[in-house]
């Protein structure tokens, strides 16, 4: 069964420091996809980053990077120099073929920005 | 292309009464899913449609929901008999992905109170 964690429910940080929210994925396929989304306060969710299970090369894609390691079922994401505009609930998700790849949602973690 | 939409954005209603919301997505997009998310949490994974067939429903979705997309467009999620518990954030998405899957699209949500 497909199942996603995320332990951290709040974070505070200070503006420009560097942030890293935490992912732990549950599946028993080979074939998956893991995402990261925002919900800015606004409420409107929006596509950050995708991974697909057979690549593990982590990136850096602006001040956002990514950590996939398949060994420990995790996904971790890193905002680099944070801002006040990242201030917003970040959520990690996961599909998987035979789960005919819908999409299942983690909890959340809420991150504030202060200046 | 005018993105997700949805309506009403905002429904009140009594107990025992019947809503439906409407999810128009972005077009051509083959996939459209409909999530529940209640205050802290993560989206709850409700029922998707691969153009008009419905994949799968959640077993959170009770005999009192049903979805459907005729013709592949757009969706309704109707509620029968409401009761408070109902009362969440009513999530549309779709996705341009047949099959492989894509990022998701979300609209701005439909807010249900249930009084």
């Known amino acids: 069964a497909q199942k996603v964690t995320q332990a951290q429910t709040e974070i505070s940080v200070v503006e420009k420091e560097d942030v890293t929210l935490d992912c732990v994925y549950e599946?028993?396929?080979?074939?998956?996809?893991l995402f990261w989304y925002k919900q800015p306060p606004s409420g409107e969710l929006v596509f950050l980053i995708r991974?697909?299970?057979?690549?593990?090369q982590n990136e850096i894609s602006g001040r956002y990077s990514w950590n996939f390691q398949k060994s420990t079922s995790s996904f971790n994401f890193t905002i680099t120099a944070s801002q006040v505009v990242d201030s917003a609930v970040y959520f990690c998700?996961?599909?998987?073929?035979?789960?005919?790849?819908?999409?299942?949602f983690g909890a959340g973690t809420r991150l504030f920005v202060k200046a | 292309d005018t993105g997700v939409s949805q309506d009403p954005r905002h429904k009140i209603t009594k107990r025992g009464q019947n809503v439906t919301f409407r999810c128009d997505p972005i077009?051509?997009?083959?996939?459209l899913y409909w999530y529940r998310q209640t205050l802290g949490q993560g989206p709850e994974f409700l029922t998707y449609?691969?153009?008009?067939?419905?994949?799968?429903k959640s077993r959170l979705l009770s005999d009192r929901f049903s979805a459907e997309r005729p013709k592949g467009s757009f969706s309704t999620l109707e509620i029968q008999r409401t009761e408070q518990g109902d009362s969440a954030m009513y999530l549309c998405?779709?996705?341009?992905?047949?099959?492989?899957?894509?990022?998701?699209?979300f609209g701005e949500g439909s807010r249900l109170t249930v009084l």
């Open positions: 998405a779709s996705s341009p992905s047949a099959g492989a899957s894509g990022e998701l699209f």
């Open positions: 599946t028993r396929d080979t074939t998956y996809y």
């Open positions: 991974r697909n299970s057979f690549d593990e």
């Open positions: 998700a996961l599909s998987e073929a035979k789960g005919g790849f819908k999409t299942i």
């Open positions: 077009s051509e997009h083959n996939r």
């Open positions: 449609f691969q153009n008009e067939a419905q994949l799968e």
